[in-house]
């Protein structure tokens, strides 16, 4: 959050109305509900509800909005992008009787284990935590700087771990659901959530630098497989790996096999992770392919272990590899792999 109180940045946008009456006419509804990326049908029940309305109503009770009620309705935004539900956010914009604006103090989130709220929302979220609240708020406005606030305040207080399972996959979905009920309409929501959060994650991947004696084991792999682009899963797995100081070789979306099976070859991989999102994707034969892949002199191979990731394994027999189930249980086995000093399941 900001150093400046938000009641702060309210309480000049009230002194400044007087003043911002006089200098014209003031933005329409219209307009103003694009610059903060809301509809004009929204503040219409923002000023019915709450009273936040123009200082200036142009001839015919045209609303009018000045730079002071500018200010005052991002306030507010930002107080919503914050998880506070309007109701309760409206009123800070209220003067109390002595003029003063009363203070408002943003939550910072449920703890672990807290209550969820089952407000209603834009996206359908269902009963998740506040934060994913705020969070799908500031994305729907396209509001970046809020978006980018929400996810960093949300690896702080929660962890790297809870803040991916808790708030970032439930609002992923919420968008995903979104889009593919509205046509193309909240596509670039998608777009701009999924950025961040790629964003997010990466900030807490540090690739190790190897000094001295090259390591007993080789790095994990991940890599998706052919044909799959959805990479946010395997990022969310690079990151917790590094924050364990593991080494990591991160490859992405929709690596050709050739691709992999020559980069497998190079670098001797302890683990390799193959991540499939879809059924249609994922791919049996590849998975054994990979695990029988070898590498080293004759009479001293090495070959690594797969394990499979995502729901398009759902169903797929795998004997010998890994199925994890969620990111704390592959993170937890893959730790395991590096404590013991050899792939589990190795020879």
């Known amino acids: 959050m900001d150093e400046r109180p938000l009641t ?3 309480e ?7 003043t911002a009456r ?24 923002w000023d019915r509800r709450y009273g936040i309305g123009p200082a200036v109503r142009g001839e015919g009770r045209h609303r009018r909005w ?20 309007p109701a309760e956010a409206a009123l800070a914009p209220r003067r109390g009787t002595d003029g003063a604006v009363p203070e408002v103090v943003v939550p910072p989130g449920p703890p672990k284990g807290a209550t969820r709220s089952r407000a209603s929302g834009t996206l359908p979220l269902g009963d998740v935590r506040q934060e994913c609240r705020g969070l ?9 700087p809020a978006v980018e606030q929400q996810l960093a305040s949300a690896v702080d207080d929660h962890g790297l771990v809870v803040a991916w399972q808790e708030v970032m996959v439930p609002t992923l979905h919420a968008v ?18 999924s950025w961040h959060v790629s964003s997010a994650l990466r900030r807490y991947t540090r690739p190790l630098a190897v000094r001295g004696a090259a390591p007993a084991l080789g ?6 497989v052919p044909g799959e682009q959805h990479s946010l899963p395997l990022e969310a797995l690079n990151a917790g790996l590094c924050e364990r100081g593991l080494p990591t070789r991160m490859f992405g979306g929709a690596v050709p096999v050739e691709a992999l099976t020559a980069a497998v070859a190079r670098i001797g991989p302890a683990v390799v992770v193959l991540w499939a999102q879809t059924r249609s994707a994922a791919s049996l034969p590849l998975a054994q392919h990979i695990a029988g892949a070898q590498w080293g002199v004759r009479g001293a191979r090495g070959r690594p272990v797969v394990m499979l990731g995502g729901p398009g394994w759902l169903g797929r027999p795998g004997p010998g590899m890994l199925r994890p189930t969620t990111l704390m249980e592959a993170l937890d086995v893959l730790a395991g792999v590096y404590a013991h000093g050899a792939p589990a399941g190795s020879s």
Do not use: F
Request: contains cysteine.
């Open 219 to 224: 790095p994990v792999l991940l890599a998706c």
């Open 8 to 10: 702060a940045d309210i």
């Open 12 to 18: 000049d946008g009230l002194r400044s109305q007087d």
């Open 66 to 85: 000045t730079p002071g009620d500018v200010a005052v309705l991002e306030a507010l935004c930002r107080l919503t992008s914050a998880g506070v539900p």
């Open 22 to 45: 006089l200098t014209g006419a003031g933005l329409t509804t219209g307009a103003l509900a694009r610059r903060l990326g809301v509809s004009p049908t929204t503040l219409r029940s």
């Open 176 to 193: 995903g659901r979104k889009w593919a009920s509205s046509g193309d309409r909240y596509v670039e929501v998608e777009h701009l959530l």
């Open 136 to 144: 799908a708020r500031a994305a729907v406005r396209l509001d970046a």
